[in-house]
């Protein structure tokens, strides 16, 4: 089946521009995760989705970053008036919360964001 | 609170010999173990997981891994290492105790090279 999809794979911006980062989760799955991933950095949470539950955004660095999660299903990244700090690579993740897959993260394959 | 450790940035081994990267852990309560592996340009894949029951947990491409709660301990092994292992792995933990997070910390990876 398929698995997670992000768009785009790569996004080229200027910094002070806003971009969006699109994540598909494998159908079902209702555990919905974003990573930051930088050089030699590890993995840096940012914010969950668990269903109609409000989302934990203990992890945003600024409140430049935020993310919505229509129906469910579909997750945007948005970053606004991006900085050079912001490139990375965004990894999204889904999960299904149940005692025998229990949170066992299913990772898409990112989008690298390089900020100019 | 949980932490992860992952104290070597870099593991080097021989082609056919055995390898192991480490992890050390920390919880209040009891934790959920896992390790990922990430291959260059690409998302983390799940390797293996430790919930309960047996400490030796094994799981794809041949890896296993024990889980050693006096030394808060859960190093990756494998009896044989091939040249396709060589990539990024990444150790997390959950802690399932009371004030438990459903979010996992991911530890800085560690950068697996096996020599032909």
């Known amino acids: 089946g398929a698995g997670v999809s992000q768009s785009p794979s790569n996004k080229v911006t200027e910094k002070g521009k806003d971009v969006e980062l699109r994540c598909d989760p494998i159908?079902?799955?209702?555990?919905l995760y974003w990573y930051r991933q930088s050089l030699g950095q590890g993995l840096e949470f940012l914010i969950y989705f668990q269903g109609n539950s409000a989302p934990d955004k203990s992890g945003l660095p600024s409140d430049r970053f935020s993310a919505e999660r229509t129906g469910g299903s579909v997750s945007t990244l948005t970053i606004q008036r991006t900085q050079q700090e912001d490139s990375a690579v965004y990894l999204c993740?889904?999960?299904?919360?149940?005692?025998?897959?229990?949170?066992?993260?299913?990772f898409g394959p990112g989008t690298r964001l390089t900020v100019l | 609170a949980q932490s992860v450790a992952q104290p070597e940035d870099q593991v080097n081994v021989a082609e056919g010999n055995p390898l192991t990267v480490k992890c050390t852990y920390s919880?209040?309560?009891?934790?959920?173990l896992f390790w990922y592996v990430q291959y260059p340009n690409r998302g983390l894949q799940f390797l293996l997981k430790y919930i309960t029951g047996d400490n030796l947990v094994k799981g794809s491409y041949g890896f296993e891994a024990e889980f050693n709660k006096s030394q808060t301990s859960f190093h990756l092994k494998k009896p044989s290492a091939l040249v396709s292992d060589s990539a990024l792995y990444f150790c997390a933990v959950r802690d399932i105790g009371a004030g438990g997070s459903y979010i996992p910390t991911f530890g800085r990876g560690t950068s697996l090279i096996v020599h032909p």
């Open positions: 159908s079902g799955h209702t555990a």
């Open positions: 919880v209040s309560g009891n934790p959920y």
């Open positions: 993740a889904s999960s299904l919360r149940t005692a025998g897959e229990v949170d066992t993260q299913y």
